[in-house]
């Protein structure tokens, strides 16, 4: 019998592509009623003649369409059968009857595998695709509803994380999987929300920040929201890199009620990892309440951005020199403080001083001086941006 | 443990038309200490990160053991990684953060508690373990984090640069330590660092890399003395290698090398090389170390066809050696490092005598030190 899993075969599309490519024709999918299917019986190949003469269509069945082209039964969607039509009908028999195992064995390892699937997994997938939903939508301030509410948890505050993996194993990781690491890593209340392919977002409990913040050494101010937001979002992608499948990034904003702006919060994710990728390559963890500057300069169009950056400087390969970037990116990280500076690129204060007055003679821009400092700080985010285009 | 072994890799990204690593083939030992070096750019990062797993290698075969890994998680390649930003996770005690790693691995408490006691006590933090994160200064929280690592018992550690965020002090303390660690586990290791100093005080093995090519693979003595191009030969040792551009010619069955300023004569041993090569008449690169160029008059007398002169533009006086910046010899500054006791001072016109069984000659074409090449037509990388 055709299982009603309509959702399963649909997010599973690879195998289509991978099938387009063997038999090199257009294939596609769509709904046909059942009785269009079992109308069209005359048409139907001898070979599947006495399967379809049950009550019951088997998957994997086929049958030549009205214009010729062959068909495969996928699964039923109440009175809708959804079909498999591939455009090349000159196929030996051998190769239908092929095609039709193929796809039956396909159908009978998802079901396998959705039957694994558990109740804490289905509502994840439920939501993630309710938010994906409404991520499309312009108003970006809805509440979930009512029957996504997960019992109330989703009206305590939580820690919203944004998780980005495009490692090619990552579409094929398990849920359940990343699930029971989170969980072992962060608590076992984590929430794991599946939204696209490789893009999960995680609701981790606020406990983790007062965890976090438990012991301060002697002499240290006490730290803030942020930076423990930072600290443990750097050791949740140092785990996630070492065991789980590889590099990721990670996104995380200030502690939510995700049942008021868990949409609102995810596009803010989504902009941070975007706006980290673009403008820091290389990072792999974005903080929403550093991008200021970048978020802003993402709304300038791009010939603007270059021209902006052809006209602010005398030099534009200056920036390209390795030694000059990686200095002035310690000197902005150290607040342009010259001895700081120095010390942490271990060389002299006067070496340090000898490269920025080469700047300035090259430049003319005195990045001690604070307007320079502003423009130049300006100009190195966009020139990364247009140097890569 | 296990060897590493790169066999023809290559990393490309999407996109770009220039590879970022270009046939990579090293053999790495069990139990071996290999430093990858080299400026910002040269590849040595993005090689590590292949064999961690957390690049795709574009061409080329990777072994961990007698395994192709090429294909593996990271998780599941029997690594162990410790990087620069040394991450630990804030909300979990020493402990916790050492046995993190054994748990998801399903190891019996009682071994785990072994495991982290006894890695506790090779680093000295047995009195850290109840302590969070937070609560360590820098260098307790590098050690808790090698820690992480040691617990594992990996088959091959690998390292990036994971001592750029500590104090100049702190990092010469934890280079020894890093150092000491590793003899003591017998581990292999794979550390990648842009500082020669922690690549020759730390590896067994260098590999110095540029623009994704492997230039040389050597001990640290051989690189130091037998780099094969001007490119080593500047990168290894500090202060670098002086570089003179002269011309060498052969007069009357002695050669000589010539520039503004200097008139040496090639040791009989080491011309005939320069003429078969077919170098007389033509343009070279002479490479001196800092420490072959001699002031003391025992020197100067027994070296009387090697003789400089030079002014002293700056004297750095560091107590057991000065550095002494010079010109005269050739066009661009060179810098000889004399005894501490020596009494040279600034503004001083000097005679030096330049040991030549020491120097290197680079064919400024190829830039391939002459005397460590079988052959000079080797493409330039």
């Known amino acids: ?135 499309e939508l312009p108003d970006t301030q809805l509440s979930v509803p009512e029957h996504l509410m997960a019992r109330g948890r989703l009206f305590s505050s939580m820690i919203p994380f944004l998780l980005v993996c495009e490692q090619a194993d990552a579409a094929g990781s398990s849920y359940m999987e990343l699930e ?74 200030q502690p ?96 340090l001083l000898y490269r920025l007055d080469k700047l300035k003679q090259e430049t003319e821009l005195d990045v001690r001086q604070f307007s320079d400092a502003v423009l130049i700080k300006i100009v190195l985010l966009l020139y990364k941006v247009t140097k890569r285009k | 443990m296990a060897g590493v072994r790169l066999e023809h890799i290559y990393k490309k990204y999407a996109g770009t038309d220039k590879a970022s690593v270009t046939d990579v083939n090293l053999d790495i030992k069990d139990k071996e200490f290999l430093v990858l070096v080299g400026p910002s750019g040269c590849g040595k990062s993005t090689t590590l990160r292949m064999i961690a797993g957390l690049e795709d290698i574009t061409e080329g075969k990777l072994f961990i053991g007698e395994r192709l890994v090429n294909d593996v998680a990271p998780k599941d390649r029997d690594i162990a990684m410790v990087f620069q930003s040394y991450a630990l996770y804030p909300h979990m005690n020493v402990y916790q953060n050492m046995a993190f790693g054994l748990k998801l691995r399903k190891f019996k408490k009682a071994d785990i508690e072994k495991r982290v006691r006894e890695a506790a006590k090779i680093l000295d933090i047995e009195h850290l373990l109840e302590r969070k994160p937070k609560a360590l200064s820098g260098g307790q929280r590098q050690r808790v984090a090698l820690g992480r690592a040691i617990v594992r018992e990996p088959q091959v550690f690998l390292m990036d640069e994971p001592l750029s965020n500590l104090d100049a002090k702190l990092r010469g303390q934890m280079r020894a330590e890093i150092t000491k660690l590793t003899k003591r586990l017998e581990v292999t290791a794979i550390y990648v660092t842009h500082d020669q100093i922690e690549a020759m005080t730390m590896g067994d093995r260098i590999v110095v890399m540029k623009d994704g090519f492997i230039q040389q693979a050597a001990s640290p003595d051989e690189l130091y003395n037998h780099p094969v191009n001007i490119f080593v030969a500047g990168f290894i040792g500090s202060p670098s290698m002086n570089f003179v551009n002269g011309t060498l010619s052969d007069q009357g069955g002695v050669v000589r090398f010539k520039t503004n300023g200097v008139d040496v004569v090639v040791p009989e041993g080491r011309s005939q090389l320069l003429r078969d090569r077919g170098l007389i008449g033509k343009e070279v690169i002479l490479g001196m170390r800092p420490e072959d160029l001699h002031e003391e008059p025992v020197f100067l007398e027994a070296s009387p066809n090697s003789i400089v002169s030079a002014n002293v533009e700056v004297a750095e006086n560091l107590g057991h050696e000065i550095l002494l910046y010079m010109n005269g010899v050739g066009n661009d500054t060179v810098i000889a490092r004399v005894d501490g006791r020596s009494n040279v001072k600034e503004g001083a016109k000097l005679k030096l005598a330049i040991d030549m069984n020491k120097v290197h000659i680079f064919d400024k074409e190829t830039e391939l030190n002459v005397f460590e090449t079988k052959e000079l037509s080797l493409e330039k990388k």
């Open chain 1, 256 to 351: 939510i009620s995700p049942a008021s702006s868990i949409i609102a919060t995810t596009a803010l994710l989504r902009e941070t990892i975007h706006l980290g990728r673009t403008f820091h390559v290389g990072t792999n963890i974005h903080l929403p309440w550093l991008l200021h500057l970048e978020r802003l300069l993402s709304t300038i169009p791009e010939n603007q951005r270059a021209k902006f950056v052809e006209q602010a400087l005398k030099r534009t390969d200056f920036f390209l020199e390795p030694e000059i970037l990686s200095t002035l990116e310690t000197f902005f990280s150290l607040d342009c403080n010259v001895s700081e500076t120095a010390k942490k690129l271990y060389i002299h204060r006067n070496t």
């Open chain 1, 180 to 253: 029971k690491l989170l969980r072992s890593f962060l608590a076992d209340d984590v929430m794991l929300v599946p939204l696209k392919q490789q893009e999960w977002l995680v609701l981790g409990p606020v406990s983790l920040i007062r965890d976090a913040q438990s012991e301060e050494r002697e002499g240290d101010q006490e730290e803030s929201v942020e930076e423990s937001l930072a600290s443990i979002t750097l050791g949740l992608q140092e785990m996630l890199t070492s065991e789980w499948i590889g590099e990721c990034h990670l996104a995380v904003s």
């Open chain 1, 1 to 135: 019998m055709l299982a009603d899993r309509g959702s399963e075969w649909m997010s599973d599309a690879k195998w289509m592509e991978q099938l387009q490519g063997i038999l090199d024709c257009s294939l596609r999918q769509f709904q046909l009623p059942v009785s269009d299917w079992r109308s069209n019986g005359t048409k139907t190949n001898r070979a599947t003649k006495s399967s379809r003469s049950t009550s019951a269509i088997k998957v994997g069945e086929h049958m030549v369409g009205q214009e010729g082209q062959l068909w495969f039964a996928l699964y039923a969607d109440g009175d809708a059968i959804t079909v498999l039509e591939i455009g090349k009908h000159q196929l030996s028999e051998t190769e239908k009857r092929l095609l039709g195992w193929m796809i039956s064995l396909l159908k009978s390892t998802q079901s396998a595998a959705a039957s694994n699937v558990t109740e804490s997994e289905r509502y994840a997938r439920e939501l993630g695709a309710w938010i994906t939903e409404q991520l």
